[in-house]
């Protein structure tokens, strides 16, 4: 068991949204496949800007896109758009390489939610990409009375990744995701009353709060994360606030959840990876040489792009002219057309180059 503080990071920009990142930590790397999880708001689109990624590059995972509120707009070089909505899952799978847009949309005041990665196993690390839109059910427990009179808190819970039971006095309900994963995994948002996303609210709860129990069911053979967003979670003994993510070690199929006050839950599982990985930048590998070849591959890209085509289209013919159709891997191209950002993003970056590798080679990491 670990508890896990996160560390602030600007995702870029003059007024930078800041995230709050929780994996990869020096205490913890992975948990089952998952590498990457970033917890950001909620925040005042007003000030901070919202999210504003131009378009950029990845191989070798897949994003998970969560979010609580406002919306987000992808565009990828398979030709998606498509919004990432609260309650739905977006999945992209990367694998070979693809590149991605993400903007949060002109009607969005609060930006709140979180975003993971997802390692591929080595046998696929090659796939090829793709992208899939989950909305999962609402497991729903009413609230009921408790011993002394006092109602509880309801719980709503959203299985988008696996499988999950939840128990609440004598109720069972389970949630399962038809959504693909290239290794046995669980992503589930559970909510115990009715937490919001209100930027100048405290996320822990009052002294007095109400307290709500219940348990999951899950895969014994999984590592477990609870990231608690709003409120605050008791899990085996450990006090888990706001914005904190508790790390459990594979064991029982049953785990036992006490909540304090208005909660919001991700629980993240997954059997132990088993490999080590080379992450660096948006590139998963396995060692400093794939790295390398992405890299290389990108910046051949982006070196020929020139914008110009269509607005808002993803195009595979967008290249300064004269240039060769040519990456340093041998092939282009890997990571697809270049998407083209529509003319209303204002954006004066429409593609983000690569950063210089660090002059040492990448190590090869695992838990």
Aim: a negative charge; aromatic letters at 6%; one cysteine or more.
């Amino acid at each position: 068991m670990k508890l896990l503080e996160p560390r602030p990071v600007p995702l870029g920009g003059l007024r930078a949204m800041t995230v709050r990142r929780l994996l990869p930590s020096k205490e913890r790397r992975m948990i089952g496949a998952w590498c990457f999880v970033d917890h950001y708001g909620p925040d005042d689109v007003a000030a901070t800007g919202g999210m504003r990624v131009a378009p950029h590059p990845h191989t070798g995972l897949q994003t998970a896109s969560w979010i609580f509120t406002g919306t987000v707009e992808h565009r990828d070089s398979l030709g998606t758009v498509a919004d990432v909505r609260p309650g739905e899952l977006n999945l992209m799978t990367a694998g070979y390489g693809i590149n991605h847009s993400e903007y949060s949309t002109a009607d969005t005041q609060v930006l709140h939610g979180v975003q993971l990665w997802i390692a591929l196993p080595e046998g696929h690390l090659n796939t090829e990409p793709a992208f899939e839109n989950f909305v999962p059910p609402t497991l729903t427990f009413a609230a009921r009375q408790g011993a002394h009179g006092a109602d509880s808190l309801p719980l709503q819970a959203r299985v988008f990744l696996g499988e999950l039971s939840l128990t609440m006095g004598s109720a069972t309900l389970q949630g399962t995701s038809p959504v693909q994963t290239f290794s046995p995994l669980l992503g589930a948002e559970i909510l115990v009353g009715a937490p919001g996303s209100d930027p100048e609210a405290d996320k822990n709860p009052p002294a007095d709060a109400p307290h709500q129990h219940f348990t999951l069911t899950l895969n014994p053979t999984f590592e477990r994360g609870i990231l608690v967003d709003t409120g605050a979670a008791i899990v085996q003994g450990c006090r888990i606030e706001a914005d904190q993510m508790l790390y459990l070690e594979p064991g029982s199929d049953t785990l036992a959840i006490e909540t304090v006050g208005e909660t919001r839950l991700i629980v993240l599982g997954g059997q132990p990876f088993g490999e080590r990985i080379t992450m660096w930048w948006n590139f998963i590998g396995r060692n400093h040489q794939d790295i390398a070849d992405a890299r290389a591959a990108w910046q051949a890209q982006v070196e020929q792009f020139e914008p110009g085509a269509e607005e808002g289209s993803v195009t595979d013919g967008a290249l300064a002219e004269g240039a060769t159709p040519e990456t340093a891997a041998g092939v282009y191209p890997r990571f697809g057309g270049v998407v083209l950002l529509p003319a209303e993003y204002g954006e004066s970056m429409p593609v983000i180059p690569a950063p210089q590798l660090p002059p040492v080679t990448l190590k090869s990491r695992g838990d």
